[in-house]
């Protein structure tokens, strides 16, 4: 895959439809509860389906961890495996449903979407509006990225009983 002539082609008004490309999804879920199974059931099915409609796209199956959270990735399976085979060329363009899917470590989030790009692999983050094939999408990502690395530190926060207290006047 060419990606300056794709982000060339989609500056002409084509679509990442109208590309012949083979396509696989992430889909990752934080906790093993019921209704997040669910979602997960939801991602799998929604993306498989999502991307066999696509006459000009070839399905390869899709990636998924279940119950694991996305501040490292070095306890997923399936994100480690997927990043392996896209370096190996076994597919170029992923999709997933947001950033926060992907990982929500701003650095991680850019780091490993450059890695792929270096390999002609593109991801889309479909909620985010975000195609790295895209040639804006670079300060888009960074900001999106920031944003679910926000959410998550200010989970972390305030479920371990740290409370910032107010300063100055009382």
Known sequence: ?????IRNEMCSGKTIFDFPLRVTFYARVSTDKDEQL??????????????QEKR?????PGYVDEGISGTSTKKRDSFNRMITDAKAGRFNFIITKEISRFSRSTLDSIQYTQELLEHDVGVLFQ???INTLDSDSKFRLVVMAGVAQNIEDHRA???HGRHIRPTGPR
């Open 157 to 159: 926060g305030s479920g």
């Open 127 to 129: 909620n985010d509006n």
């Open 38 to 51: 669910n979602s997960l059931e939801n991602q799998v099915q929604y993306y498989t389906q999502f991307i």
């Open 1 to 5: 895959m060419d990606i300056l002539k």
């Open 56 to 60: 000009n796209w070839t399905y390869i």
